[in-house]
């Protein structure tokens, strides 16, 4: 009888095991993707030959895991509950929308010119959202699905199926095939075609990453398997910074293999991923306490982030004399830190305060 008490005690303690690694990929993440919503400027405006753009598209790359890597934190956590189709709905769908909605009206009503106010033209953004709300249409995508994928996470056999099968099929074969854009147009959209007729793309690549998310945090990987996965991410990030540039200046246009679907990104974006699980799944201290404190507000932080960037930007409160090397870093810190301090009022703002951050 003890001995049945003592099991299920581990599977409570397993089934709401708090992953303190997950903690600090959500901040450096969310630093990271301010950093991407703080480079168009820089990328789109200056000539692939200028050391400007270099460093511009030197952030680009080092960005490019942040996004694969909030979809892998998502289906670590999800993955790992059982959650019935109106819970999902009523509880975790229901605060998506409600966060959607507020933020969208909140840009529609600051990017419409009080002058020529425009009910039409402020419902039609309302509804399509600020560009960088996409991820919340995302979520809400992935948490539908999740009675499905959940049956996929339980099943190892047709888990390691699917993660094979789509690795092969739409990272491998579509990036090869990638690879004849620069060379022949025509046989890049035969084969293109071909894929097409296939339909390989049924399963959305940001439900990859959810679903991979929890096969990494659940695998229990040797030592040699994570250095080839450190190998690889390594190899991913070499790619992006160093190949892609030279084949931009070859091709004298900006080459961009930042996708999220892109092998390189897809390697880069699992070695972060492991080398926090392995280095930052730290036990209960003060600093973990902190630590949570911010992870928790990392997702009031993605919401107003644009909000400071475009204010800032717009007063020339950033026009400082750095270089640019120097100078992106320090805007993404101003962003985050101002992000964080407002994220903290919102939170205590009565009634809406829970939808806002």
Known sequence: MKEKNNLLNDKILKKNQRFFYLDYLRIISSFFVILIHILPPYYNKYDINSSKWKNAHFYKSLSSFSVPNFFMISG??????????????SKYIKNIFMHLLLWSIIYAFFETKIATLDIKNILILIIKGHYHLWYLFAIIGLYIT?????????????????????????????????????????????????????????????????????????????????????????????FTTIICYNFSIIKKKKIRYYKDQDLNNFFYSIGVFIFFKNNFNLGESSNNKIVQKLSKLTFGIYLIHPFIIENIIKYNVFKMDFSLEILIPIKGFIVFLLSFIFSIILSHIPLLGKYLV
């Open 76 to 89: 670590t956590v999800f993955l790992k509950k059982n959650l019935s189709f109106k819970i999902i709905i």
């Open 146 to 238: 999740i009675p499905f994928t959940s049956k996929i996470v339980q099943n190892k056999e047709l888990l390691n199926s699917f993660l094979f099968l789509y690795f092969i099929f739409v990272f491998a074969v579509q990036n090869y095939i990638d690879i004849f854009r620069y060379y022949s147009n025509d046989i890049f959209n035969s084969i293109q075609y071909i894929i097409s007729r296939i339909n390989l793309s049924t399963i959305s690549v940001h439900q990859f990453y959810f679903i991979y998310g929890h096969y990494l945090n659940n695998k229990k990987f040797k030592k040699k398997e994570v250095i080839i996965f450190y190998i690889a991410g390594l190899i991913g990030i070499l």
